[in-house]
């Protein structure tokens, strides 16, 4: 949970690399991924190969979404760059 207790996945801690990746089904054509960092530390992290820098943070209660197109690559690995802080994940929406 974040902490204004919404629950979230974290990834990661401190500067070791944290990751996972899942395979979507055939008609899902796109996944939304809503991300924070945790707190006001920086934190970036890599999804399918792209690198994105996270603004909004978890104790405002705000996250961003990182949009993944999964049309023809059904599957989303997600890791924290190395130094990053805790990420977290509050919610991750398939659309066919």
Do not use: H
Request: net charge negative.
């Amino acid at each position: 949970k974040d902490e204004t207790g919404k629950s979230c996945l974290k990834v990661g801690t401190s500067s070791v690399i944290g990751s996972f990746s899942f395979t979507v089904a055939d008609d899902v054509n796109q996944v939304i991924i809503y991300v924070a960092k945790y707190k006001a530390k920086t934190s970036k992290v890599t999804v399918n190969g792209t690198e994105y820098t996270l603004n909004k943070s978890s104790n405002n209660g705000e996250y961003e979404q990182i949009v993944i197109d999964t049309s023809s690559v059904k599957t989303v690995e997600f890791s924290t760059v190395d130094g990053a802080t805790r990420v977290m994940i509050n919610t991750v929406e398939f659309y066919n």
